[in-house]
């Protein structure tokens, strides 16, 4: 795709011809670099922060019991069926409401617990523990567009703590 056709959230996301300014371990410190810039005038808007090197982290956050998946379960299909019984309940010509309400949190409630622990028995005990997963960068480049390379070099240089690495 030329350039000029190019979406406007891939325009906003490149540089024409970007330059390693620094590179950092931490998110905050290639951020606080960026902010010393703009705080000394630098044209920022010619910076891109670029996280490399990915990994996937897995943080086990508990034990998955059938007890356990069946109250997710339930706690789940109730919500599900508390806003099912509402909108049902402002289409129904039926006076009774908070009946329709309650009638449709029970059995969504019954309908997560029985689905939930159908899905739990089919993983057979390969799965039975619950976590978080995230994808994260172990490093943070900041990048500059070439024409402003030098100026950010040596405003960098003047932060203490956050000089540029010499091998980016």
């Given amino acids: 795709m030329a350039p000029a056709q190019q979406p406007r959230t891939t325009k906003l996301l490149t540089l024409d011809f970007p330059q390693s300014l620094a590179v950092y371990t931490e998110y905050k410190d290639a951020q606080k670099a960026v902010d010393y810039l703009s705080d000394h005038e630098f044209p920022v808007q010619n910076c891109m922060i670029v996280g490399t090197e990915l990994k996937q982290v897995e943080?086990?956050?508990?034990?998955?019991?059938?007890?356990?998946?069946?109250?997710?379960?339930?706690?789940?299909?109730?919500?599900?069926?508390?806003?099912?019984?509402?909108?049902?309940?402002?289409?129904?010509?039926?006076?009774?409401?908070?009946?329709?309400?309650?009638?449709?949190?029970?059995?969504?409630?019954?309908?997560?617990?029985?689905?939930?622990?159908?899905?739990?028995?089919?993983?057979?005990?390969?799965?039975?523990?619950?976590?978080?997963?995230?994808?994260?960068?172990?490093?943070?480049?900041?990048?500059?567009?070439h024409k402003v390379l030098g100026q950010a070099q040596q405003l960098l240089q003047q932060l203490p703590g956050a000089t540029p690495n010499p091998f980016a």
């Fill in 59 to 145: 943080r086990i956050t508990g034990r998955l019991t059938n007890a356990r998946v069946a109250g997710m379960g339930a706690l789940s299909g109730l919500w599900l069926g508390l806003f099912v019984g509402l909108i049902f309940s402002f289409f129904g010509k039926d006076g009774n409401a908070l009946a329709m309400v309650l009638s449709t949190a029970l059995l969504g409630a019954a309908f997560g617990t029985v689905w939930s622990l159908l899905g739990f028995m089919a993983t057979r005990g390969q799965r039975d523990f619950s976590s978080v997963t995230a994808v994260v960068a172990t490093r943070y480049e900041v990048l500059v567009e």
